[in-house]
């Protein structure tokens, strides 16, 4: 095609400012969903309902050999579990189906021919060996990519390729001028004429590409906000090109705003990586993060609700959410602040929803089966709110509950939780022991125990709490800190106390006995 009958680079219009917000989060069904990619997906779940708008759900699907329906069920999994719902898209349908991009093949071909028709695409057969050639006879550094050699091929240059067995790909012709957009996060960015090469849209075997397909879903879902990670910027420009031409061919109705959310970092200061264990959303569930918890904290990662708030609820974040508010700036994501922020939301929480929340972290331990009993009902009745005001994470709050699950011969003494004990452990543990002993079955209550610890260790022994209560605490529990100790006991009943006391303090002495013996057996310096 000349210069000449060449088509013109379409001036697109904006978004109208009366069209509602329709934004899209499209991703590829490949590994396990990681922070980032949530982060992307609530920045545009946020942005839609905070203005009333739509949010699509679409599934880039093209990759045969990357893409796995474990990974497809996993990001619907990880949406469900987030609360993070959509209007349109992959199992709720939609106006603007089917929304797998495995699935749009015929679209696809129609936008193609029309663009082919106009001029907006053209036949390449150049190599890239043939392009490096031409760099290096030129003096340019081979690396700079493509040399838009093929724009102007006539139709016997073509033919004599096609005669040489060469099939060609399809290029979009980039303009000669400078592109400039707004981009919602950064401001006014500008690619000067040229640094952005005509760039393939079709295979040779006749299969569009990612930089093909996903404008035209775009324009065809008629998105008015392209918010993406800050990863893709430098594809925009080829965006904004293709845009012009499918608005010229009757394929988009406007040009969409793009917004570049701030790279997401981990530990120092490197991009944090979709590998990286602290990028597993499903590490974090299983860690015992809850929904609101992380919402909250993903949010923080380029945008606050103030200068002094970082506790916020999630409705709180869609009436305060702007999309023009994201900073730029990369956002570390920090585990500690993180688990802090959870921790806030789990003290939030009702306590019959703390509760049941607990019930799948339990089974996960082991601690209980499918159905809990009714003995462990009541344990967890009573354990929750003992512990609800102590964890950050729900992983925290089994750990500290498990003694109260676990049969009385599993406790085990973990390693340190003799620090600090009284210089006489047997008497300590005999007098605590004589003491609950005397307590009446139907009298075994948080009340009593303390009174009778108290007289046995305090008054009789004259321990200072700390230590009178820290044989009883690790006798029963295995560790140097638990839940309260007179609830813990009241729980576990008396019988099943007494016996971890038994235990502990025939262990001690089995281990004093062995203490003595290796001494003796030991001959003196």
């Known amino acids: 095609m000349s210069p000449e009958t060449r088509p013109a680079p379409a001036d697109v219009p904006a978004v109208p400012a009366e069209t509602p917000v329709r934004v899209r989060f499209c991703p590829s069904p490949t590994g396990t969903p990681h922070v980032g990619l949530i982060r992307t997906a609530l920045f545009n779940w946020g942005w839609a309902r905070h203005t009333g708008g739509k949010m699509v759900f679409r599934i880039e699907d093209t990759d045969a050999k990357r893409d796995s329906e474990e990974s497809y069920q996993q990001l619907l999994e990880a949406m469900d579990w987030l609360g993070i719902d959509w209007d349109e898209g992959v199992e709720v349908g939609g106006p603007h189906g089917p929304y797998r991009q495995s699935q749009r093949a015929e679209l696809y071909q129609e936008v193609i021919t029309k663009l082919r028709d106009a001029g907006y695409i053209y036949e390449a057969f150049s190599t890239a060996d043939e392009v490096e050639a031409r760099h290096r006879a030129a003096g340019r550094d081979p690396k700079l990519g493509y040399d838009n050699f093929d724009r102007e091929l006539s139709d016997e240059q073509k033919q004599a390729f096609r005669a040489e067995g060469r099939q060609p790909v399809l290029r979009l012709r980039m303009p000669d001028t400078d592109i400039t957009f707004t981009d919602t996060v950064r401001g006014e960015i500008t690619f000067r004429a040229g640094s952005v090469p005509d760039f393939v849209v079709v295979r040779a075997d006749g299969n569009p590409l990612y930089t093909l397909v996903n404008p035209v879903d775009d324009a065809l879902m008629e998105i008015t906000h392209v918010l993406r990670g800050e990863d893709l910027l430098s594809s925009t ?94 956002a570390r994501f920090d585990e500690k602040k993180a688990t802090a922020i959870n921790g806030t939301h789990i003290r939030m929480l009702d306590a019959a929803d703390f509760r049941g929340r607990l019930v799948p972290h339990l089974q996960a331990a082991g601690l209980v089966g499918e159905s809990l009993t009714d003995r462990e009902n009541k344990i967890l009745d009573a354990g929750a709110p003992l512990v609800q005001e102590r964890v950050a994470l729900l992983g925290e709050a089994v750990e500290m509950l498990a003694f109260l699950f676990q049969p009385d011969v599993d406790i085990r003494t973990a390693d340190g939780a003799l620090k600090g004990m009284p210089a006489d452990l047997p008497a300590a543990l005999a007098a605590a022991r004589a003491g609950l002993d005397g307590i009446d079955a139907g009298s075994w209550t948080v009340e009593s125990i303390e009174a009778a610890l108290r007289a046995a260790l305090i008054d009789g022994l004259g321990l200072k709490p700390r230590q009178a209560f820290g044989p009883v605490r690790t006798a029963v529990s295995g560790k140097k800190v638990s839940p309260p100790l007179f609830e813990s006991l009241e729980i576990l009943g008396k019988d099943s106390t007494l016996s971890r006391l038994d235990r502990f303090a025939a262990e001690q002495a089995d281990q004093a006995e062995q203490a003595e013996q290796q001494a003796a057996a030991t001959p003196e310096a």
């Open 237 to 330: 420009p080829r965006q904004i090109a293709l845009y012009r031409a499918l608005y010229a061919v009757g394929v988009a109705r406007y040009m969409p705003e793009f917004g570049h959310l701030p790279y997401v970092m981990g530990e120092g200061n490197k991009k944090l990586s979709k590998r990286d264990p602290q990028s597993n959303i499903f590490l974090h569930r299983e860690r015992g993060f809850i929904p609101e918890g992380l919402i909250n904290y993903l949010a923080l990662l380029g945008w606050s609700l103030s200068a002094d708030e970082d506790i916020f609820t999630r409705e709180q974040f869609i009436e305060a959410f702007d999309i023009h508010q994201v900073l730029a700036n990369p």
